[in-house]
């Protein structure tokens, strides 16, 4: 496939942006190559500068749920532009938009929009933080909620040793103050809670994994963590930045039935637009100035672009249809590659939820983070960029989910289940 294109604003956007993106997994170094630059979007199709045409499996990691440029977002975004694009005061979108959260998420009574998911999980571990007056949060391996200074941590020497930075300017000081867990390891979770359940603000966790690649939680390790947040007086937060919306109308915990004290949101909320949200009781979301004592602020917060688009875009999943055709289509999508792996013999493990999906390239199921990188991802790379020569646009990184829209047709899967078959013979060692 010709990227010259590509290739020479790639070379341009190197002079002006650190490693010419402005988001660190879109630069391919865990694949390799060169990005393309996408040109235009539409449903399930995205096109580069040099007019190559991809069937998108990564939906701008997660917001295009219903393909790319759709309609009725399209409409509200430029309907509502007409009339200005941002205020700075309050706009009756924004409570258009969190009557929709409440509706689609029991457990939200009152929330807080902000413009990113980071900002989202931010908010979240400082409400917990000055809810409980603690300041020991715990996170697990292998999850990610965004690039806020606590939640750059990585485990400590030991499973239950506190955190060190897992990037440069996070301070250490900073660091200890977040423990993390292996996920899916209810033995870790219980010893952390009886060695220092008392001192413990919050529990953030993605419900089910998306940033490790897509790994299920084993029964009854979120009962668990419920039952244990509970008992000590910590906060669970459930991070739906990823899962919110994308799995059923009210995220992973309507499909795990647990009731977390926190969530966060993001992507889908904003129908692509820049919108992260946190939401909970009304209790603890109080907390939050103006009315409480917990800092929080946000310039372009409940901006009526994003809220237009975020309305539009769960107000054309209110009825629940959308997830019934994901789910045939990922299961379509599952067959097609299982039946290629077993074609051609490939080591490929498909992993799936719904329309999230992860191809690991390991023989063994992957419950965790560790399990996940018995993954080979040389062989991914040499997968991904096979894939991406047939007109397919994979996530360029093991340790990503795939996503599915409703605009992605039974033709695209078919012409992606050959184009598997074949890069996984050209992938082979
Ligand atoms: P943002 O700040 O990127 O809007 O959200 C951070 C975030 C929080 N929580 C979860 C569960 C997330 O998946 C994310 C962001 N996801 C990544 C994809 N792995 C965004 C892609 C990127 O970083 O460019």
């Given at each position: 496939m010709?990227?010259?294109?590509?290739e020479a604003?790639?070379a341009?956007?190197?002079?002006?942006l650190?490693?010419g993106v402005?988001?660190?997994v879109?630069a391919?170094?865990?694949?390799g190559?060169t990005p393309f630059?996408a040109?235009s979007?539409q449903?399930a199709?995205v096109?580069?500068?040099?007019g190559?045409?991809?069937?998108d499996?990564?939906?701008t990691?997660g917001?295009?749920?219903?393909?790319h440029?759709?309609?009725p977002?399209?409409?509200a975004i430029?309907?509502?532009a007409?009339?200005?694009t941002?205020f700075?005061?309050?706009?009756?979108?924004?409570?258009?938009?969190?009557?929709r959260?409440?509706q689609?998420?029991?457990?939200?009574?009152?929330?807080?929009f902000?413009n990113?998911?980071?900002?989202?999980c931010?908010t979240?571990?400082?409400l917990a933080?000055g809810?409980?007056?603690?300041?020991l949060i715990v996170k697990?391996d292998?999850?990610y909620?965004?690039?806020?200074?606590?939640?750059l941590?990585?485990a400590?020497?030991?499973?239950?040793t506190?955190g060190?930075?897992?990037s440069?300017?996070?301070?250490?000081?900073?660091?200890k103050?977040t423990?993390?867990?292996?996920?899916?390891?209810?033995?870790a979770?219980a010893?952390?809670?009886?060695?220092q359940?008392e001192r413990?603000?919050?529990?953030?966790?993605e419900?089910?994994?998306?940033?490790a690649?897509l790994?299920p939680?084993?029964?009854?390790?979120h009962?668990?963590?419920?039952?244990?947040?509970?008992?000590?007086?910590?906060l669970?937060?459930f991070?739906?930045?990823?899962t919110?919306?994308r799995l059923?109308?009210?995220?992973a915990?309507?499909?795990?039935g647990?009731r977390?004290?926190?969530?966060?949101?993001g992507?889908i909320?904003?129908?692509?637009?820049p919108?992260?949200?946190?939401?909970?009781?009304?209790?603890?979301?109080d907390h939050l100035?103006p009315?409480?004592?917990?800092?929080?602020?946000?310039?372009l917060?409940?901006?009526p672009?994003?809220?237009a688009a975020?309305?539009a875009?769960?107000?054309?999943?209110a009825?629940g249809?959308?997830?019934?055709r994901l789910?045939r289509l990922?299961a379509t999508?599952?067959?097609?590659f299982?039946?290629?792996?077993h074609?051609?013999r490939?080591?490929?493990?498909?992993?799936?939820l719904?329309?999230m999906f992860?191809a690991?390239?390991?023989?063994q199921?992957?419950w965790?983070?560790?399990d996940?990188?018995?993954?080979?991802?040389?062989?991914?790379g040499?997968f991904?960029?096979?894939?991406l020569?047939?007109g397919v646009?994979l996530?360029?990184?093991?340790f990503e989910?795939?996503?599915?829209s409703t605009?992605h047709?039974?033709a695209?899967l078919e012409t992606t289940?050959q184009a598997v078959?074949?890069s996984l013979?050209?992938s082979a060692a």
């Open positions: 010709n990227r010259t294109r590509s604003l790639f341009e956007a190197l002079q002006l650190p490693g402005n988001s660190p879109r391919f170094r865990a694949v190559g630059f040109v979007a449903g199709q096109r580069d500068a040099d190559n045409q991809y069937i499996y990564v939906g990691w917001p295009a749920i219903h393909g440029a759709f309609a977002i399209i409409r430029q309907e509502t007409a009339r200005g941002s700075g005061i309050p706009n009756p979108l924004e409570i258009e938009l969190a009557k959260v409440r689609f998420v029991p457990s939200v009574e009152k929330v807080r902000t990113s998911g980071t900002e989202a931010m979240a571990i400082r933080r809810v409980t007056r603690r300041d697990f292998g999850c909620h965004g690039h806020g200074d606590s939640l941590v990585k400590g020497s030991g499973a239950l506190l060190q930075p897992d440069a300017g996070v301070p250490a000081d900073l660091a103050h423990l993390v867990l292996p996920f899916n390891d209810s033995e979770l010893r952390a809670f009886t060695d359940g413990i603000a919050g529990v953030i966790v419900p089910i994994p998306a940033n690649g790994f939680p084993r029964p009854g390790f009962e668990l963590l419920r039952e244990l947040t509970t008992r000590h007086g910590a669970l937060i991070d739906e930045v990823m919110g919306f059923a109308r009210g995220g915990q309507e499909l795990l647990i977390p004290d926190l969530s966060t949101f992507k909320i904003g129908g692509g637009l919108v992260g949200a946190v939401g909970g009781r009304a209790e603890l979301m100035a009315l409480g004592p917990v800092y929080q602020a946000g310039t917060s409940g901006n672009l994003a809220m975020g309305i875009a769960l107000d054309a999943l009825d249809a959308a997830y019934a789910e990922g999508l599952e067959n097609g299982k039946e290629a792996a074609q051609t490939a080591a490929v493990r498909f992993q799936r719904g329309s992860c690991y390239f390991t023989s199921p992957v965790n983070l560790t996940a990188l018995t993954s080979d991802r040389a062989r991914f040499r991904f960029h096979a894939m020569d047939r646009y996530a360029p990184s093991q989910a795939g996503f599915i605009a047709s039974e695209d289940t078959v074949e013979r050209a």
